[in-house]
């Protein structure tokens, strides 16, 4: 089951600016996502910034400009529902590479809050809506956070 094992993240986001990257399709899957997110970034003290972009294939470049703009972390999220044809595998492909792309390279953590699914049921349990078993949003926003600090740790 999905979330099983998952670590209890509880992280201090006071000072830091977070920019929530966010794509459009499947309107009720990412307001899910997207209110997760800022709720947790809210929570933990965090400054945000909400960015919405047309889809994930385009969460990298939205990323790297928000790294490059000064964010401390980026929270992408999307939604993937798999098709008939393989666009699944390379959007999929495209926004995982990119997006690991993006925190390797400017060294700002990227929160990845993209679902890969089979099918619509599974993006609503997990975006953190009534009924939902996860809330992915805010798993995304918590782990950012929580990577922003460890990194901070390593600057001693």
Do not use: N
Not at 55 to 71: H, I, N
């Amino acid at each position: 089951m999905s979330g099983a094992g998952a670590p209890m993240i509880t992280a201090d986001g006071r000072g830091l600016r977070v920019t929530v990257v966010a794509a459009s399709w499947h309107t009720a899957v990412m307001d899910g996502l997207v209110a997760g997110a800022l709720r947790a970034l809210g929570e933990a003290g965090a400054t945000t910034t909400l960015v919405r972009v047309p889809g994930s294939f385009e969460l990298p470049v939205a990323a790297s400009r928000a790294a490059a703009a000064g964010a401390d972390a980026v929270v992408a999220l999307g939604v993937v529902i798999r098709g008939e044809t393989p666009h699944f595998d390379y959007v999929c492909q495209g926004a995982t590479v990119g997006l690991t792309e993006v925190s390797v390279r400017t060294g700002v953590p990227v929160g990845f809050g993209v679902l890969t699914t089979d099918d619509e049921a599974q993006a609503l349990a997990r975006a953190g809506l009534p009924g939902s078993r996860e809330d992915k949003g805010a798993e995304a926003a918590q782990a950012a956070l929580a990577t922003v600090r460890a990194c901070a740790d390593l600057d001693v």
